[in-house]
């Protein structure tokens, strides 16, 4: 079965510093991975998508996450942290040919700091 | 890009009524749907998969009978919780996927008192 384990659940940046969030998969598939963020109360934007066609996925506000297969990890990177980047972080993943029932790991708070 | 939408965005209710929460694609139609719970501080549990025109299909441990899914046209898709609890107090949001995206509602904030 797909799971998906991202390792701490809060990360402390300071501004301008590089963003790191860890993701691992599990799956005997090739996997369909996902990043999103979170605002408080509101729902999910997708950041970026990996769907096997390229393993460097470039995303929006500057996200880039690599799909390693050897590593069974799909971290989330940003050179520059801003400000605004601050909210949570949820990898996702689905197996398969249903990209849509997506397994999302634990979440990860980010903070940036001034 | 596409957008699903949700209503209400929040509601209270007493223990024991029951709660409609509606989930629309706004400009495409999707066949299917999909639906999340999240409890505070947690991350997101897909509840079940709603498909327009049959039954939903719910994940292990959801109560079929509690919350209750229709999808009846291809731009709505409704989850009823009956008889709810202070326990199902959550954030609920829906999903929908077209060929190749999956967009997500602004979610639901339900509070039972």
């Known amino acids: 079965a797909q799971s998906v384990t991202q390792l701490g659940s809060h990360v402390s940046v300071s501004e301008g510093a590089l963003v790191l969030l860890r993701c691992n998969y599990s799956?005997?598939?090739?996997?369909?991975l996902f990043w999103y963020v979170q605002y408080p109360n509101q729902g999910l934007q997708l950041l970026l998508k990996y769907t096997s066609a390229a393993t460097l996925v470039k995303g929006i506000n500057g996200f880039e996450a690599e799909f390693k297969k050897s590593e069974t990890s799909f971290h989330l990177t940003k050179p520059s942290a801003h400000m605004s980047d601050a909210a949570e972080y949820f990898c996702a993943g689905a197996g398969g040919t249903s990209y849509g029932k997506l397994t999302f790991g634990q979440g990860t708070i980010l903070t940036v700091h001034p | 890009g596409a957008v699903v939408s949700q209503h209400p965005s929040w509601v209270i209710c007493k223990s024991g009524t029951s709660v409609k929460i509606e989930c629309r694609s706004l400009d495409f139609q999707a066949t299917t749907m999909f639906w999340y719970r999240q409890f505070p501080k947690q991350s997101l549990m897909l509840m079940a998969t709603s498909n327009e025109g049959s039954k939903a299909t719910y994940e292990q441990g959801v109560e079929k009978d509690k919350f209750l899914i229709n999808h009846a046209s291809l731009t709505l898709s409704t989850l009823t919780v009956t008889s709810a609890h202070p326990e199902d107090s959550s954030f609920y949001i829906c999903?929908?996927?077209?060929?190749?995206?999956?967009?997500f509602g602004p979610g639901t904030r339900l509070t039972v008192t």
């Open positions: 799956s005997s598939v090739p996997p369909y």
């Open positions: 999903s929908a996927i077209t060929a190749y995206e999956q967009y």
